[in-house]
């Protein structure tokens, strides 16, 4: 470690640290977080945490909360920092910015902290565009999956749904409707592809979830046998294809079978 990053590195009491209240992380998972706290147990906090200096010689935490967390489980009475010299405008966005470099953030709560980042500093998708990057088009779309019902974006958490299949979801304005949807969504599995078509479904009929389940379900079941089937025609060294096409009248499966060549002569 450089001097110039040991200069700037100061031992804090954890009991001087506020938690940060628009920290970007929403979701601790319990094995991760034992698993760090053991590990900082035995070897300390090997990387800072940032923090900005108040007033009475009290901190405000930036960024490093999972570690902030586990030193003070793991009973330590303070922890390695670097102060950064900011106000508290700008703390968020640090905080946001610290966690998306690392990769660290799920899409709901990067959604989250752009909501909040709008709402709280009067920025526009423009403004925050230019402070963190990307465009302002993909910062609004984010935003707008907060739209989502809670109880919708928890399922959407517990299930590990991708960030698609939150999109689709926005489609289905009725509230009751969004949460039947996904937990139909989540108790069937659905991929993307059966998702958005689950939910292309519900909008153009205007009926609940649940009375489609039995044809989704259906469709998939022939949808995977054909494709294993084709398969097994592919071994045996036949050039065989699927082909899927959506109508308004339902779905299409065509099997193509081509012939060898010196069949053709």
């Known amino acids: 470690m450089s001097d110039s990053l040991n200069n700037k590195i100061k031992y804090i009491p954890l009991s001087r640290i506020r938690p940060n209240h628009d920290q970007p992380r929403k979701y601790f998972d319990p094995e991760s977080m034992d698993s760090l706290t053991r590990s900082i147990e035995r070897y300390g906090v090997i990387s800072p945490i940032t923090v900005r200096e108040l007033d009475d010689d009290e901190y405000e935490l930036i960024s490093g ?3 902030y967390r586990a030193a003070f489980n793991a009973g ?3 922890i390695p920092c670097i102060i ?6 700008d703390c968020a966005i640090l905080s946001l910015l610290e966690n998306l470099q690392r990769e660290d953030l799920s899409f709901l709560e990067i959604a989250e902290s752009y909501k909040k980042l709008v709402r709280k500093n009067g920025l526009s998708s423009h403004d925050l565009s230019r402070k963190i990057g990307g465009t302002p088009y993909g910062i609004k779309e984010r935003i707008d999956l907060m739209k989502l019902d809670p109880l919708v974006r928890k399922y959407i958490r517990n299930f590990d749904l991708t960030e698609r299949q939150a999109r689709a979801l926005l489609h289905i304005r009725d509230r009751k409707t969004q949460i039947e949807a996904v937990v139909q969504i989540c ?3 659905m991929n993307e592809y059966d998702t ?3 939910v292309a479904d519900i909008i153009k009929t205007g009926s609940t ?8 379900k259906d469709v998939k079941l022939l949808r995977n ?3 294993n089937a084709v398969k097994l025609v592919r071994k045996s060294g036949v050039d065989a294809e699927l082909k899927e096409c959506s109508h308004d009248w339902g779905d299409e499966f065509t099997v193509i079978v081509r012939k060898a060549r010196n069949d053709r002569e």
């Open 84 to 89: 950064l010299d900011t106000d508290g405008s």
């Open 76 to 78: 330590l009475a303070d």
């Open 209 to 216: 979830p649940s009375l489609h389940m039995g044809r989704m």
């Open 196 to 198: 958005a078509k689950f």
């Open 187 to 189: 108790e069937n599995s």
């Open 225 to 227: 046998t054909l494709t």
């Open 65 to 67: 909360e999972r570690r």
